[in-house]
């Protein structure tokens, strides 16, 4: 395994792209920013359930959105699915963070419709949001939000929220979100602040990239770490 800071480039159908500590997969000769999983309103539709949840996941969510696009200035945002998470997370206090984000960023935003943006309805046109079904094209890239158990690649997807767990010399572990490199194809982390995990084997010739704060971890079978986790 090796460390690198900020980002990692990888080689998918021929382009190279740029797997980000920040969430993100960018693919650059295009200005294309890939995010996957914002489960906005998470928080908001829990509390309105009777859930004790803090507030302020989707709004510190949405400026990391912002950030990004400020640094990146990407020609196209592209959302792999679940953007909201359930049909009451779009409350007013959502909408507005949104849409001060969207009034700053001219460029288009794309929606691939994921699980949970099927049970929340159809995104407000005045939200500023193509919504597009799963099998989208850009360049050599299929789009999808469940990522695809067999067909040809190179795809992106996201719904499964990957994360591996380091395991330490003394035993101790630490459970790391991460891009999962399979098949062909490349599953991105939730960029959403309120996601969680479950377990899955990684398997020979697969490589998981963790997200080690400001820094990325490339990790393959071959090393201690044994077991890449994700969430349906």
Not at 36 to 42: E, M
Not at 118 to 136: F, N, T, W
Not at 155 to 177: F, T
Request: charged residues 20%; positive net charge; aromatic residues 6%.
């Amino acid at each position: 395994m090796c460390f690198d800071a900020g980002a990692l480039d990888r080689t998918l159908g021929g382009e190279t792209v740029s797997l980000r500590a920040d969430r993100c997969l960018y693919w650059p000769r295009k200005r294309v920013l890939f995010v996957a999983d914002l489960h906005l309103g998470k928080g908001s539709s829990m509390r309105a359930i009777g859930l004790p949840v803090p507030p302020g996941s989707s709004a510190a969510t949405i400026l990391r959105m912002k950030s990004l696009t400020e640094l990146l200035q990407p020609k196209e945002v592209v959302i792999l699915g679940d953007l909201w998470h359930a049909r009451g997370s779009r409350s007013a206090e959502v909408c507005e963070a949104w849409m001060q984000w969207r009034t700053s960023f001219a460029s288009a935003v794309t929606l691939i419709i994921g699980n949970h943006d099927r049970r929340s309805g159809r995104c407000a046109s005045d939200l500023g949001i193509d919504e597009r079904q799963e099998g989208e094209v850009r360049g050599p890239f299929t789009l999808f939000h469940h990522p695809p158990s067999s067909g040809p690649g190179p795809w992106l997807a996201g719904h499964i929220h990957p994360g591996v767990d380091v395991i330490g010399r003394g035993k101790q572990s630490l459970r790391l979100s991460c891009f999962h490199l399979a098949n062909a194809g490349c599953v991105l982390p939730a960029f959403g602040d309120f996601t969680g995990t479950a377990r899955i084997r990684l398997q020979p010739g697969e490589e998981a990239v963790a997200l080690a704060g400001d820094r990325l971890l490339s990790i393959r079978p071959t090393c201690e770490i044994h077991n890449i986790y994700y969430q349906k």
